[in-house]
Nanobody, 126 residues
């Protein structure tokens, strides 16, 4: 069955770095676009970053110069390198997958993403 398992979260001081990972199984990883979403305490789910099947990357403005998304199709792993972390980055981070289909545009809407992990907690202290 399809599984997305996030790891690598933790507690870090403001200005620090973390790399979160998402191990995928049960589907053809290279055929899927991948994204990271996050949910901060008391807030809704927010799209953060994505990478398409060709390796093209997308970021929300707030993280554009601080976060780097990447994927390893040989290992079926998605990464998010987070640098210069801020307390407002504190959230539960989820990875998600959406199958590539011809003519379908990129989406940052959570309902358009098909598979989800359980999340990994990132806490940034001030």
């Amino acid at each position: 069955q399809v599984q997305l398992v996030e790891s690598g979260g933790g507690l870090v001081q403001s200005g620090g770095s973390l790399r979160v990972s998402c191990a995928a199984s049960g589907f053809t990883f290279s055929h899927y676009h991948m994204s990271w979403f996050r949910q901060a305490p008391g807030k809704g789910l927010e799209w953060v970053s994505g990478i398409n099947t060709s390796g093209g990357t997308y970021y929300v403005d707030d993280v554009k110069d601080r976060f780097t998304i990447s994927r390893d199709n040989a290992k079926n792993i998605l990464y998010l390198q987070m640098n210069s972390l801020k307390p407002e980055d504190t959230a539960l981070y989820f990875c998600s997958a959406r199958q590539w289909r011809y003519g379908r545009n990129w989406s940052t809407k959570k309902d358009d993403w098909e598979y989800w992990g359980q999340g990994t907690q990132v806490t940034v202290s001030s």
